[in-house]
């Protein structure tokens, strides 16, 4: 064990379904505009390459099967949107993974919210600045238990949905996505290498909103059940 000036930071762990065993984080990345119907929403034709950002690994918020998670009103934004997006879980990596092999490198799939201060956000687009102020902040990412592949199958179509206060916000299927899961996992592998306890969230559906403290969020996909996450 080598001697650090100070205790090294924890892995972040996460839930598996059907397991007593986390699965340790890597590098968590986000897939940008990836549902035509919220590329349109946020401005955009929906015909776009695929693009990338990465929030930080310690930005999750584990939110246990049947438990809620709590996630604090960030500082510095009054226009806090929800995202409710498939997060896809890997156990193996690589580089220029082709996408008929790209199913192979999933370990499972979550829940995954891909919280952003959307005012910050677009005073970063405007200024043609990086994103991490509106995306890459403090319990930025909730996300449910690992759901193993093996048990699940693999994912390329069912019901997306996310509901707030009781009321469905967003919903879509799966196979609505621009670039489908393997294609993001090929063309996301040519940029970084993957390697495994890397997760990607896969984009979201349209329907973004805000939300405000004491709302209740509730999210779906078919074969995840649900999670549910309040803002506190
Ligand atoms: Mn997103």
Request: charged fraction near 20%; proline fraction near 8%.
């Given at each position: ?17 059907g397991s007593a065993q986390l699965f340790p984080v890597r590098r968590v ?204």
């Open positions: 064990m080598p001697d650090y000036v100070f205790t090294p930071p924890p892995v972040v762990g996460l839930p598996v379904m990345y986000c897939v940008g505009r990836n549902y035509a119907e919220h590329a349109k929403e946020m401005g955009f034709t929906g015909r776009e390459d695929p693009f990338f950002f990465c929030k930080p690994a310690d930005a999750l918020i584990p939110v246990p099967a049947g438990q809620i998670g709590n996630m604090r009103y960030p500082s510095k934004t009054a226009n806090l949107h929800y995202e409710m997006e498939l997060v896809v879980a890997l156990d193996k990596g690589g580089r220029d993974i082709p996408v008929d092999r790209a199913n192979d490198c999933i370990f499972g799939y979550a829940l995954g919210l891909d919280m952003t201060r959307r005012d910050l956000q677009n005073e970063c687009k405007k200024q043609g600045r990086p994103w991490e102020i509106g995306k890459g902040f403090d319990e930025s990412g909730p996300i449910g238990p690992i759901y193993p592949r093996s048990v699940t199958g693999t994912l390329s179509q069912g019901s997306i949905s996310l509901d707030v206060n009781g009321t469905q916000r967003q919903v879509s299927d799966l196979s609505q996505m621009i670039w489908n899961i393997p294609e993001s996992i090929a063309y996301l592998s040519g940029l970084f290498e993957l390697a495994a306890g890397d997760l990607i969230f896969t984009g979201t559906p349209e329907g973004v909103g805000a939300v405000v403290k004491g709302d209740k969020m509730i999210g779906h996909i078919a074969g995840l059940g649900d999670f549910e996450v309040h803002v506190v």
